[in-house]
Every structure is written in structure tokens, then in C-alpha cells.
């Protein structure tokens, strides 16, 4: 092996390293699969995507006035969702290390360590701030766009613009 592919090989693996540490700040799956299906098989996410806007709009987790009520401690509701999501993230990831359990395909599931960072804070108080302003977050915003409050799409557009202002500038930002 000559001098200039052990570099290379070298500045290949540290390449690798930091783009492994960059994906793992982000919301980026580092599990990602590699297996390839058809088409088909994604409708199967359809389905429960249209299920979990069902039960958000059944639960009145996508209603402006909720919200409000919740950022005004006016009701216990929106919080007893919250938590009850918050404790069933926890247990299943508890479980899945406990148990080093397997996606359906055999793939291991890996949970790396994160590291905290002030970019963090900023982004919660920029991501609330957002949420109260509108009365809606991420995952509501195409259950409310379904059930016709389509003054939502204002917001939608706004979340996938202030998406892309992220990404442009990403690199500058505290990480």
C-alpha cells in the first residue's frame, strides 16, 4: 500500500467518522436500512399515517384552542398526551436496549449517545415560540391540513421555508 492510499483510506475513515457525528445531531435516521423494496410497501406508513390523523383529530390534539389551553395552564390535556407519549418513548427504548431487540428485517437497532448542546436550547424556544404562535407542530400540521383548516397550509409552507433556511446555514450554526 503506497503512502497516498493509506491517506486516503486514512481521510476516508475520519470523512466517515464526521459524517457519522453530523447525522447523528440531526433528526437524521442513523439506522437507516439498506435493504430495497418495492414500492408497495411503503403504503403500508400511508395507512397508519392516515390512522394516527384519525386518532389526532378524535383526541383533539390538533386544535388551536387545546393548545392554547395547554401554553395558558389552563388544562391537563394536552400535557397527559405529552407525558404519555414522553413515557412510551422511554419504555420502548429502555426495551429496545435492555433486549437489543431487531427491526422486522433482522437489522440491529442502535441508540447512540448524544451530546447536549446550547443550539438546543435555541431551537426549543424557537420551536415553541413557533407552536404557540400557530397552534400547530409538526406531526398535527397535515391532520389539521386534512380535516379543512387549510389556513394551515400558511404554516406548513413556513415550517418547510424555515426547514430550508436551516439547512442553508446549518453549517454556521452552534452544533
Known amino acids: 500500500m503506497s503512502p497516498h492510499t493509506s491517506t486516503s483510506f486514512q481521510s476516508g475513515a475520519i470523512a466517515e467518522q464526521q ?5 447523528s445531531l440531526d433528526a437524521i435516521c442513523v439506522n ?5 423494496h418495492p414500492w408497495w410497501y411503503n403504503l403500508k406508513y400511508a395507512v397508519v399515517g392516515i390512522v394516527f390523523g384519525i386518532v389526532f383529530v378524535k ?3 390538533i386544535s388551536w384552542f387545546r393548545i392554547q389551553e395547554m401554553f395558558r395552564f389552563e388544562s391537563f390535556h394536552m400535557y397527559g398526551i405529552i407525558g404519555s407519549a414522553v413515557i412510551t418513548g422511554l419504555l420502548s427504548v429502555l426495551i429496545i436496549k435492555r433486549f437489543r431487540l431487531k427491526t422486522i428485517y433482522g437489522e440491529p437497532v442502535e441508540i ?3 451530546t447536549f448542546n446550547k443550539g438546543q436550547i435555541y431551537g426549543g424556544l424557537l420551536f415553541g415560540l413557533g407552536w404557540a404562535m400557530t397552534g400547530a407542530c409538526p406531526g398535527p400540521l397535515f391532520a ?3 380535516s379543512g383548516a387549510t389556513v394551515i397550509l400558511v404554516t406548513f409552507l413556513s415550517a418547510v421555508a424555515g426547514t430550508w433556511v436551516y439547512g442553508y446555514f446549518r453549517e454556521k450554526l452552534p452544533h
Open 19 to 23: 459524517d457519522f457525528a453530523n447525522r
Open 32 to 36: 437507516e436500512s439498506h435493504l430495497r
Open 59 to 61: 383526541a383533539e390534539i
Open 112 to 114: 447512540h449517545p448524544k
Open 144 to 146: 389539521q391540513i386534512g
